[in-house]
Every structure is written in C-alpha cells, then in structure tokens.
C-alpha cells in the first residue's frame, strides 16, 4: 500500500492539511508569545506611570513647604499607592532618604541608588537586593533652585520580581481567551486559501483533460483553452510538437508515395521490356533512374524533419568546408572551381545533417549545370541564417522558377536524377519556417539559390 498518493491533487490536499494541522500549534506559540510581551509591556508602563506620579507628588510636596502649607516639613502623601501594599518607592536627595514606601521601612532596607541614574527619562530594569529581586524605575534629577546648590533627587519605584511576574501572567491570562479566538479563525483561514489554491488547481487540470478528450476523439489540429501562464506555455509546447508530428507524416505519405509512384514507372518498363523484348540501353537508363531513386532514401529519412533542438551550436564553415571537400574529390575529373565564404565564428541550431543535405543538394544540382565555378556563402542576418549557392550556368528562366522547387520537378532531364533536389531543399527550410528563394546570380551570371532560416545564430 503507499503511503503517499500517486494523483497530484490529492497530494496537494494533504500538504493542506498538514500545513493546517501545523499552523495551529505554531500560531498558538506565536500569539502566546506575543500575549506575555504584552502584558509586561503593560505592568511595565504601570511602573513608568506610578515613578512619574512619584516625582510630581515630592514636587508637590515641595512647594507647600515652601509656601508653609506644611509646617511639619516635607510629609510625602502618595494617595495613588496607597493601600497597595506590593508597590516599594522611595526618594532621597543628595544621597539622604527621604521617604519609603512602607514596606521599605518594614524591611528595614533601601533600594540602590544606582538603580536611578542621571538620565532624561525613567530607566526600567531588574536589580538585586537584600529582599530580592524587584523590577523597577529609575531616574535621577537635578531639582536645585537657580542660583543654589545641586540637589540630585533620585526616584525608584517598582515591585519584586514575584509580583512583577504573577502581575505578568495576570494580564497575559486575559488575552489567552483573545488568543484562542485569534488562532483557530486564522488556521481556518489558510486551510481556506490552501483548499481554493487545491480547487482551482483541479479545475485547471480538468480544463486541460477535456481539452485533451476534445482532441483526441474530434481529431482537433491542436489543443484548444484558455489556461494559466505556466500551463499555457507547456499546452503550446505540446501544440508544437503535435504540428511538427503532424507535418513529418503528411511529408513521409508525400514520399512514400512519390518514391513508390516513381519506381513502380520504370518497374513497369522493364515488364514490357522482358515480355516485349531487351533493350540493353533502355534496361540500362531504368535501373540507373531506380538507382538514383534508392540512393534518396537515406537522404529522405533524414530530410524528414531534425532530430528535435540541437543540443549544442553547430559550426557553418567546418560543414561548408566538409562540403567543398567532398564534392572535390567526387568531381575532381571536371575543371570545376568550388568555394565558400563564411566566417569562421558563425554558429546556428540546425543540425549537422540537415545543414548539409539543403547545402549538398544544391551545390549537386550547381555542379551539374555550372560552366567553371559554384560558389557557397554563409552568413548571420537580423532574422537569422542565410546560406546562398551561386553558379555560372545557364540559370532557370523566372516563369519556371516556382516548377523547379515541385516535387520531382525537373526542367531538363538530360542529367541524371530524380528532381527531388531543391524540393528536399524546401522541404527542410520549411521545417524551420525558412524559405528557398530563386533569383539570378549578378556576380556569376547563372543561378543563384537563397535559404533563409529564421534561426538562432552566433556570430
């Protein structure tokens, strides 16, 4: 049995609810958290707010002394603090107390006076006593009338750390309930959010299958809908590869069927010829067109359609001069002048083999109709790659230009072939959305033939 399952979806609601069953305790921790820091924050601004009263009641105090209000002298009445036994306070003046909360008397201690240093606002921190621990608030002002002595009057006020902490959770057992109410809204939230994400993911994904069911049973030229960005862009990947499919059949029936047209003609020939009587020449002329015809068939199988993306850069000038060599060799009995011109650094997608079956067509059919030369020129243009073959012959007239590129469509049939050539030639161009143009040469005077590949190319 597995564990895990094997649909997609379904995966994905299980991640859901895992990360459901997750958040709960994380969001738990997080809010807990954030409900303690909280609370302190707020027994801590109770400190701040009882320091502050601290030093406005001394003030207070003061000037009715100064005005004989209190003939007693300084009697320090906090009524704030009053009954609230678990506050400790005092403040003294130049180092003398001068009144203590009574539980400081009790205790029979004085809080540090480093704990209320000389700054501009009340100092929060954790001290260390006889008693213990307390947190509290400290500041130390100069309160001297102009033109007398300093008096540095330090305040502190606080709590022990027992009651600071059971304050803390006082405060921070309130928002628990808040935190419970926070939590499971929120988890239930991004259970929400995961399951539409789930939802709207199957209802893509079943878009995308009747799209494919439409395909396959109305026999649709591509897959059809309206998809996602990221599922669009592999639905017209697939639609690509299914057009190329589909051309690479329409060209192998197109073949088959010329090829067999073709040798069932002179087969037929030969019948006659071996019922009839033997001709040795016309015997002859019709195995040596079946030749040709059989020769095709490797050239055919490759000019089909490539091989899918080249995996890597194929270099234009070692094919060109792989060309030029070869047909040096197997013409080297006809004063024939073979070049090419291309630059050394020039790179293109195309394959090797589809580069060199239009090249090698072309330069086939050159040979067979040039005076002296044929020349070969390679080069990068804004749209792509453009490869032009030249020759000094005769050249076709412009009226029966668009009949040379046919299948099988050949103007004299003096040289040996099958006319195949420059419609293989188109063929291949066209699997790359390239063209084949004929034109006359303005430098040698015959033809001249331009494939343009709109192609990546690296110069």
């Known amino acids: 049995m597995k564990l895990w399952p094997e649909s997609l979806i379904w995966r994905l609601s299980l991640w859901a609810f895992l990360l459901f069953l997750i958040s709960i305790p994380i969001l738990w921790l997080a809010f807990s958290k954030g409900a303690d820091q909280v609370s302190r924050n707020v027994v801590d601004t109770q400190i701040l707010d009882f320091a502050t009263q601290l030093r406005g009641y001394r003030a207070s105090a003061v000037n009715a002394a100064a005005l004989?209000?209190?003939?007693?002298?300084?009697?320090?009445?906090?009524?704030?603090?009053?009954?609230?036994?678990?506050?400790?306070?005092?403040?003294?003046?130049?180092?003398?107390?001068?009144?203590?909360?009574?539980?400081l008397q009790l205790s029979a201690f004085d809080l540090p006076a480093e704990a209320a240093p000389m700054i501009d606002a009340f100092l929060l921190q954790t001290i260390d006593t006889p008693a213990g621990r307390f947190r509290v608030a400290g500041r130390a002002v100069d309160e001297g009338p102009d033109g007398e002595a300093a008096q540095v009057v330090r305040y502190i006020v606080g709590l022990s750390e027992d009651i600071y902490?059971?304050?803390?959770?006082?405060?921070?057992?309130?928002?628990?309930?808040?935190?419970?109410?926070?939590?499971?809204?929120?988890?239930?939230?991004?259970?929400?959010?995961?399951?539409?994400?789930?939802?709207?993911?199957?209802?893509?994904?079943?878009?995308?299958?009747?799209?494919l069911e439409q395909y396959?049973?109305?026999?649709?030229?591509?897959?059809?809908?309206?998809?996602?960005?990221?599922?669009?862009?592999?639905?017209?990947?697939?639609?690509?590869?299914?057009?190329?499919?589909?051309?690479?059949i329409e060209r192998t029936r197109k073949y088959v069927s010329k090829i067999a047209h073709d040798i069932n003609h002179p087969l037929a020939i030969l019948g006659n010829l071996a019922r009839e009587g033997f001709d040795r020449d016309q015997v002859n002329r019709q195995i040596e067109r079946m030749s040709g015809l059989v020769d095709r068939?490797?050239?055919?199988?490759?000019?089909?359609?490539?091989?899918?993306?080249?995996?890597?850069?194929?270099?234009?000038?070692?094919?060109?001069?792989?060309?030029?060599?070869?047909?040096?060799?197997?013409?080297?009995?006809?004063?024939?002048?073979?070049?090419?011109?291309?630059?050394?650094?020039?790179?293109?997608?195309?394959?090797?083999?589809?580069?060199?079956?239009?090249?090698?067509?072309?330069?086939?059919?050159?040979?067979?109709?040039?005076?002296?030369?044929t020349r070969i020129t390679a080069g990068a243009t804004e749209n792509g790659l453009t490869v032009t073959v030249e020759d000094d012959g005769p050249g076709i007239p412009a009226a029966d230009r668009d009949r040379a590129l046919n299948w099988g469509g050949r103007l004299d049939e003096?040289?040996?072939?099958?006319?195949?050539?420059?419609?293989?030639?188109?063929?291949?161009?066209?699997?790359?959305?390239?063209?084949?143009?004929?034109?006359?040469?303005?430098?040698?005077?015959?033809?001249?033939?331009?494939?343009?590949?709109?192609?990546?190319?690296?110069?």
């Open 68 to 103: 004989g209000r209190q003939p007693d002298g300084l009697a320090i009445s906090l009524p704030v603090l009053v009954g609230d036994s678990d506050w400790v306070w005092q403040f003294s003046r130049n180092g003398a107390i001068e009144a203590q909360s009574d539980l």
């Open 165 to 211: 902490t059971s304050r803390v959770q006082e405060h921070a057992a309130r928002l628990q309930d808040l935190v419970l109410f926070a939590v499971l809204p929120i988890s239930v939230g991004i259970l929400g959010m995961l399951t539409f994400v789930v939802l709207t993911l199957r209802a893509t994904f079943t878009r995308l299958n009747s799209a």
């Open 216 to 248: 396959e049973k109305a026999g649709e030229a591509s897959i059809d809908g309206h998809f996602p960005r990221e599922i669009a862009e592999l639905v017209d990947r697939t639609n690509a590869i299914l057009r190329q499919n589909q051309l690479l």
């Open 297 to 373: 068939y490797a050239s055919l199988a490759r000019a089909i359609g490539p091989e899918g993306p080249a995996q890597r850069l194929t270099a234009v000038s070692p094919v060109l001069q792989d060309i030029v060599d070869g047909f040096a060799i197997v013409y080297r009995r006809t004063p024939l002048t073979l070049s090419f011109e291309c630059p050394e650094t020039l790179q293109t997608m195309v394959p090797r083999h589809d580069l060199e079956t239009m090249i090698s067509n072309l330069v086939s059919n050159a040979h067979k109709y040039a005076e002296s030369t």
């Open 414 to 459: 003096a040289p040996p072939g099958t006319g195949f050539g420059l419609s293989i030639v188109c063929d291949i161009a066209d699997l790359y959305s390239g063209s084949v143009h004929l034109d006359g040469s303005e430098d040698l005077g015959g033809l001249k033939v331009v494939i343009a590949l709109p192609v990546s190319v690296s110069a």
